[in-house]
T-cell receptor
Framework: QVTLKESGPVLVKPTETLTLTCTVS??????????VSWIRQPPGKALEWLAH???????SYSTSLRSKLTISRASSKSRVVLTMTNMDPVDTATYFC????????????WGQGTLITVSS | EIVLTQSPGTLSLSPGERATLSCRAS?????LAWYQQKPGQAPRLLFS???NRATGIPDRFGGSGSGTDFTLTISRLEPEDFAVYYC?????????FGQGTKVEIK
């Protein structure tokens, strides 16, 4: 059974760095063509793709947020980490991680999401 | 960056009616997906590719289109179909989503 689960702080102060972890099970990122993305959704607004990491370690980022984001895999290969620097209240959103099954495929499994609030 | 524009923003229909949702891209898109999202839930994949229905998706959902114009059709709305629908292109980085179409009960 494929599952993804996001974890991280509920509240972050402005200018701080956010670190989110996506823990996956039911598949491996280490020896397949699968990948994991981070996607966010401000309250009442649309989805916004942030970053992706492929099974070979290659990464891809949102053009507008590239300078704030780093996506990586933890040594266990079952965790994908997103760091976002210099957090601002406009970054308040639900953050989802989601899987792609192969290159050039859509997001077939999603985590439940975690709401991150940026406030002093 | 490819911009996806969905229309209409809101579609007010009754159960049993047909829904037609549009997604227009700012340039030609090689790969397009559709998702359904209900309040408080993660999006659910409907189509990976304009007409490739995902596993478990009822055949009342239909997808079509190519190039810059894509359509999601729900032939007869069931109560559980009232939700927000997003298109997403994944052929050209950065990947992008449309702003969504809300299908609400009239």
């Amino acid at each position: 059974q494929v599952t993804l689960k996001e974890s991280g702080p509920v509240l972050v102060k402005p200018t701080e760095t956010l670190t989110l972890t996506c823990t996956v099970s039911g598949f491996s990122l280490s020896n397949t063509r699968m990948g994991v993305s981070w996607i966010r959704q401000p309250p009442g607004k649309a989805l916004e793709w942030l970053a992706h990491i492929f099974s070979n370690g290659e990464t891809s980022y949102s053009t507008s947020l590239r300078s704030k984001l780093t996506i990586s895999r933890a040594s266990s290969k079952s965790r994908v980490v997103l760091t976002m620097t210099n957090m601002d209240p406009v970054d308040t959103a639900t953050y989802f991680c989601a899987r792609t099954y192969d290159y050039l495929t859509a997001f077939d499994y999603w985590g439940q999401g975690t709401l991150i609030t940026v406030s002093s | 960056e490819i911009v996806l524009t969905q229309s209409p923003g809101t579609l007010s229909l009754s159960p049993g009616e047909r829904a037609t949702l549009s997604c227009r891209a700012s340039q030609s898109v090689g790969y397009l997906a559709w998702y359904q999202q209900k309040p408080g839930q993660a999006p659910r994949l409907l189509f990976s590719g304009p007409s490739n229905r995902a596993t478990g998706i009822p055949d009342r959902f239909g997808g079509s289109g190519s190039g810059t114009d894509f359509t999601l059709t729900i032939s007869r709305l069931e109560p559980e179909d009232f939700a927000v629908y997003y298109c997403q292109q994944f052929g050209s980085s950065p990947w992008t989503f449309g702003q969504g179409t809300k299908v609400e009960i009239k």
